[in-house]
């Protein structure tokens, strides 16, 4: 017998089996993609997550990432409240973040071109709680605008690198920095780019030691690790 589709918000018969222990069992909360879902599946998603939330059964703020202008507005009318960052499509609910914990993570956007994805790792990690720096347009091609920045890339515990064209930000921040890179190549570039190919082969094959690289425009899964890399020893 096919699936059948949900009657309406709420109903998640056929859609979804939501992960309301993720909390509890990993120690960070549900995240939902909004990508390829229809606004209604994605309505009925939130509305059962505020059930759970007010019933006790889910404990942390859930994420809803790649969301597009459609998917927001759904999101939104079942979570008024929720937090919108509308440049890197990522909502938050409940909306209070929780009390930064654990190193800082800084997140270091190559161009600003490549601010969707840094932001959604910047909005991830703020509600995985974790303190963040954020610095904008630090490409390679101003290299004194990096090395400005040396001290925050020491004193960081975790670093967050997004960077499409050549993606050559990540292994030049890796041979200042003491702390692990999490480089997230974006599909940012003219054609020889690829879509991203062409930074995410660069930073696989990164000189410097101590990169890490996650899957083309992946901000959440960067933000996600770095939150990990970060947090406090239990």
């Known amino acids: 017998m096919a699936d059948r589709p949900p009657s309406g918000p709420g109903d998640l018969q056929g859609v979804a089996e939501l992960d309301l222990g993720r909390a509890a069992r990993r120690g960070y909360p549900e995240a939902v993609l909004c990508e390829h879902k229809t606004p209604t599946q994605v309505a009925s998603i939130a509305l059962a997550l505020k059930d759970a939330h007010g019933k006790g059964t889910t404990t942390g703020p859930a994420l809803f990432t790649r969301a597009p202008a459609a998917h927001a507005e759904a999101v939104l009318r079942v979570l008024p409240d929720a937090i919108h960052d509308e440049v890197g499509r990522i909502l938050a609910w409940p909306p209070r973040a929780p009390e930064p914990t654990g190193g800082l993570v800084a997140v270091l956007c190559a161009g600003t071109s490549d601010l969707p994805v840094a932001r959604e790792a910047l909005v991830t990690l703020t509600y995985l709680g974790r303190p963040t720096e954020f610095v904008v347009d630090i490409g390679v091609a101003g290299i004194h605008r990096v090395l400005a920045r040396e001290d925050l890339i020491r004193s960081a515990r975790a670093i967050v690198v997004v960077a499409g064209m050549d993606g050559a930000l990540a292994s030049?921040?890796?041979?200042?920095?003491?702390?692990?890179?999490?480089?997230?190549?974006?599909?940012?570039?003219?054609?020889?780019?690829?879509?991203?190919?062409?930074?995410?082969?660069?930073?696989?094959?990164?000189?410097?030691?101590?990169?890490?690289?996650?899957?083309?425009?992946?901000?959440?899964?960067?933000?996600?690790?770095?939150?990990?890399?970060?947090?406090?020893?239990?």
């Open 172 to 234: 030049v921040v890796a041979g200042l920095a003491t702390a692990p890179v999490v480089a997230v190549p974006t599909s940012v570039g003219y054609g020889a780019a690829f879509e991203g190919l062409a930074p995410l082969l660069s930073m696989l094959n990164a000189c410097s030691p101590g990169v890490g690289v996650v899957n083309i425009d992946n901000g959440y899964g960067a933000g996600h690790l770095a939150a990990q890399i970060a947090a406090d020893p239990s």
